[in-house]
């Protein structure tokens, strides 16, 4: 004390938390569904600059003028048949060519995305570009928010969330932002494999049919359904019993899964009055490569195989193709992402096999299998993390450049 005065004591300072901690913490004060939300649009951002550039230097071709504005080049090659459905349906009378087969035509494609947009159109009065692509944008943010909570289940925050990343920035991501049923269609089936995760198979029935009504999955569902069953059946346990009552559900998924992959097939034989309407529909897109050919299941891959690289190397290429899927899917690092994930992968690439040509739509008909980014995704290192989002996006850039952008030739779509 000091002339009737107190001198205050200083308050003692509080430790300061390293950047990197507070940093880290409010990231987790972010909910989940917003952190994951940012990086689909800061990917759509990505993608949308990547087409735009492309776009600019796009010369006049049979579907846009030079230089084109985004909706129209996000609307080209199938966009072009989804526009037609939508305003005119399908056609009742197959289109035949000179040689007498069936040439290509609406059939191939399913309705429900077509429809869709259509309802929409008619609802709100917009246009189709605007329409179709608004879609397919907002089911792929919906479909990035159900991956991030269907690898969440098995993987660690960090991981699941960097697997939502390379969700978002795949190199076929192009597919999430163009008039294309692949973003409907990734929406649906990522809702399917989280209910069969979470063993809610009766909630499984409407979205398998829809599912098999958007995109040609009905049948690898069914696969699906009835691999899982059996593997329950061999891993049965008391703490996991399969009874009749438990496998009634997933088989009755299996089935409904089966007619509905079967369904679209008899419904261009209804209207057409052709049995094989849908198939020789589907065949008249590999005609150019290979020529006329029946479909006869697990033969189109050696014929894409040797078309491509000629034999003896297009054989060897595909017993490499296939025993490095096998090891992928059965590494040890592949067990961390259950059982259900890896037979869907495993289902749907043997429905490939059994009926798909393999050309230039094949990577973005490989999107299926986006299960597997949860495998890629596992290591920690930063410097890795970085390089596979680099990597992906400038595999972005190639797939826009050999399939998106039309370069001379127009040899094959997406």
């Known amino acids: 004390m000091a002339d009737g005065l107190t001198t205050a004591r200083p308050e003692r300072e509080r430790p300061r938390r390293p950047v990197r901690v507070r940093l880290l913490v409010q990231y987790r004060m972010v909910p989940w569904w917003l952190r994951v939300t940012v990086v689909y649009v800061l990917a759509r951002i990505v993608t949308t600059g990547l087409l735009a550039a492309f776009a600019r230097v796009q010369t006049q071709n049979s579907f846009t003028l030079a230089s084109p504005h985004y909706l129209d080049f996000a609307t080209i090659w199938d966009g072009r ?7 005119t349906g399908y056609p009742a009378t197959l289109p035949i060519g000179t040689d007498g087969a069936v040439t290509e035509n609406a059939w191939a494609f399913m309705p429900a995305y077509p429809f869709l947009v259509r309802g929409l159109m ?12 608004t879609v397919s944008v907002l089911f792929g943010w919906g479909a990035a928010l159900l991956f ?12 699941a969330t960097f697997a939502t990343v390379l969700f978002c920035v795949a190199p076929v991501s192009t597919m999430f932002q163009v008039a294309y049923a692949e973003s409907m269609g990734v929406f649906l089936l990522t809702l399917a494999l989280w209910l069969l995760v979470t063993r809610r198979f009766w909630w499984m029935l409407p979205v398998v049919v829809v599912l098999g ?7 690898a569902i069914a696969l699906t359904m009835s691999s899982y069953l059996v593997l329950r059946f061999v891993r049965r346990s008391s703490a996991d019993p399969l009874s009749l009552r438990t496998a009634v559900p997933p088989a009755v998924v299996a089935v409904v899964a089966g007619l509905v992959g079967l369904a679209w097939p008899t419904i261009a034989w209804a209207v057409t009055g052709v049995p094989k ?7 008249a897109w590999r005609q150019s490569y290979i020529g006329r050919h029946e479909l006869v299941p697990f033969a189109p891959w050696i014929q894409g195989f040797d078309w491509w690289f000629h034999e003896p190397a297009g054989g060897v290429l595909l017993v490499l193709v296939l025993a490095g899927f096998a090891g992928f ?27 798909f040509f393999p050309q230039s739509s094949t990577w973005r008909i ?11 995704a596992r290591p920690r290192w930063v410097t890795y993390r970085v390089a596979v989002v680099a990597v992906s996006i ?13 370069n001379g030739y127009d040899w094959t779509p997406p």
Not at 148 to 159: A, H, K, Q, S
Not at 337 to 344: D, V, Y
Not at 366 to 375: N, Q
């Open 122 to 133: 008619v609802a709100t009065g917009a246009g189709y570009a605007v329409v179709a692509v």
């Open 329 to 355: 899917l059965l590494m040890p690092a592949a067990q961390a992402i259950g059982p259900e994930l890896r037979i869907w992968s495993a289902s749907y690439f043997v429905y490939l096999l059994a009926v």
């Open 81 to 87: 048949w989804y526009a037609l459905i939508a305003q």
């Open 366 to 376: 490989l999107m299926p299998l986006f299960p597997m980014l949860a495998i890629v």
């Open 277 to 283: 309407a849908y198939t020789d529909t589907e065949l």
């Open 394 to 406: 400038a595999l972005q850039v190639a797939w826009m450049y050999f399939c998106w952008w039309i």
């Open 213 to 219: 009504f958007t995109r040609p999955t009905g049948l």
């Open 148 to 159: 991030r909570r269907l690898v969440g289940r098995f993987l660690p925050e960090g991981t």
